[in-house]
């Protein structure tokens, strides 16, 4: 599962493909809906290999996360109620069962759980290769 073109950028929603470089920054294609769009050097925007969970220990890369939530539901989309916050909490526990009670925030819950089941829509998570 390679997550290093896979964005999110800051002030919008779902998920976005890299397509190519350009001068002043990047061409994204939202994975959702197909369109293509302009994303500048300005905008903040994150490659989701690069991004991690915080937990009482070493942070998770978001990679395991996934594949966490991968295995929980045996490779079918997430069905937790992401507006019932004790639930999501819950869920988190069993996936992540160490992860920072206090630093990851519910928005964070809801984006990781978002995002798997695009990914999963996408059909960009596997078991296949080995996480290291």
């Known amino acids: 599962m ?10 919008k929603s779902g998920l976005y493909e890299a397509i190519t470089q350009t001068k002043s920054g990047l061409i994204v294609q939202a994975l959702d809906t197909g369109k293509k769009m302009p994303v500048f050097s300005s905008d903040r925007s994150s490659s989701l290999e ?3 969970l ?3 220990g070493e942070d998770v ?3 395991k996360v996934l594949l966490s939530i991968f295995d929980k539901e045996e490779g079918k989309p997430c069905q937790v ?3 019932d ?4 909490k819950a869920y988190f526990g069993e996936i992540l069962p160490d992860y ?3 630093r990851v925030y519910l928005s964070d819950m809801k984006k990781v759980v ?3 089941n695009i990914l999963l829509d996408k059909n960009l998570i596997s078991k296949e290769e080995e996480v290291s």
């Open 2 to 11: 390679d997550l290093s073109k896979i964005l999110s950028i800051s002030g």
């Open 50 to 52: 690069d991004i991690s």
């Open 54 to 56: 915080f937990t009482s």
């Open 61 to 63: 890369p978001l990679k």
């Open 81 to 83: 109620n992401k507006s």
């Open 85 to 88: 916050e004790s639930a999501l």
């Open 100 to 102: 920072d009670r206090d």
């Open 114 to 116: 978002t995002w798997y």
